[in-house]
């Protein structure tokens, strides 16, 4: 059950982004759209829409970008917590720290092993 | 024969051009992202699951499995593979944490001929960057605003 909720949650989250892309005469390249879903992500879960995306859709929720901002801004939240003033700063990295550290390492390998084409 | 005022040959033209043009294949497109970004999700589960079997926690396993998705995501780019799924799955490739993985490696190694340092090391970070600048700008000011307002 919790992989058909994956499937749908996870389908309709990149639905939204394609529908943008496609419906709006903007020219919306995927860097705007990840920085928009980073950032949407983070402020929804500020307010508290996104956990429960999350209970709900586990890696549904998490697995797109948006989640990823989600992240972030429970890492703020954890941080202010436990270290006051300190936290804010080192709260949202230190949830995401994992993430960033596998993509900065595994893309650095990743384009030195493999050569573009053409 | 009269030639028409050259404002009529433009809205004319612009005419023709919005009949000809190929309509986007929006139902296409919009299916595409929904399956491919929910596969990947799914295998995202999976991931998820499988740690979490190993005795990790929640968030722990949450880690471990964005890490395997982003190792098999530049693994994928590497390959060329990652950019034929793009072709099906458009907007289901780029919204998962793969598409960010995918944004950083393919950058990074068409520019490599600039040398390693402004050519991947700089390449690398032409998507993640601005990503990496408005969510941690946005995390932030969630952290002040629940330090003095919570």
């Known amino acids: 059950m919790i992989f058909f909720k994956a499937f749908l949650v996870g389908g ?39 956990q429960p995306l999350v209970n709900w859709a586990g890696a549904g929720a998490t697995v797109p970008l948006s989640g990823f901002g989600h992240l972030i801004a429970q890492g703020a939240v954890q941080g202010v917590q436990e270290k006051g003033l300190l936290g804010v700063f080192s709260g949202g990295i230190t949830t995401t720290a994992t993430g960033i ?13 493999f050569r573009a084409k053409g | ?14 005419k023709i051009v919005k009949e000809i043009r190929p309509k986007p294949p929006l139902l ?19 991931f998820l699951n499988f740690y979490q079997g190993l005795g990790l926690s929640l968030q722990e396993a949450g880690a471990a499995g964005s890490a395997t998705l982003i190792f098999l995501a ?3 780019t590497g390959l060329g593979i990652y ?20 944004s950083m490696v393919s950058s990074a ?42």
Not at chain 1, 16 to 43: C, E, N, R, W
Not at chain 1, 103 to 112: M, N, P, Q
Not at chain 2, 114 to 138: K, Q, S, W
């Open chain 2, 1 to 14: 024969m009269e030639t028409q005022p050259l404002e009529i040959q433009k809205k004319e033209y612009a």
């Open chain 2, 28 to 46: 296409r497109n919009v299916a595409g992202a929904f399956v491919v970004g929910g596969l990947i999700a799914i295998i995202g589960q999976v």
């Open chain 2, 109 to 150: 190694m068409e520019y490599r001929g600039e040398g390693l340092v402004l050519g991947v090391g700089a390449r690398l970070f032409t998507v993640a960057g601005p990503v990496l600048v408005f969510g941690i700008v946005t995390g932030w000011a969630i952290g002040i605003f629940y330090y003095f307002f919570r």
């Open chain 2, 74 to 76: 530049a693994l994928l």
């Open chain 1, 101 to 113: 550290t596998a993509a900065v390492v595994f893309g650095y390998f990743a384009s030195i092993f």
């Open chain 1, 12 to 50: 309709l989250i990149c639905v939204v982004a394609q529908l943008l892309m496609d419906l709006t005469s903007y020219k919306i390249t995927p860097a705007h759209i990840l920085v928009g879903f980073v950032t949407a992500g983070a402020l929804l879960s500020a307010f508290g829409f996104y």
């Open chain 2, 83 to 102: 950019d034929k799924i793009a072709e099906v799955g458009g907007a289901g490739t780029i919204v998962p944490i793969t598409g960010f993985a995918n």
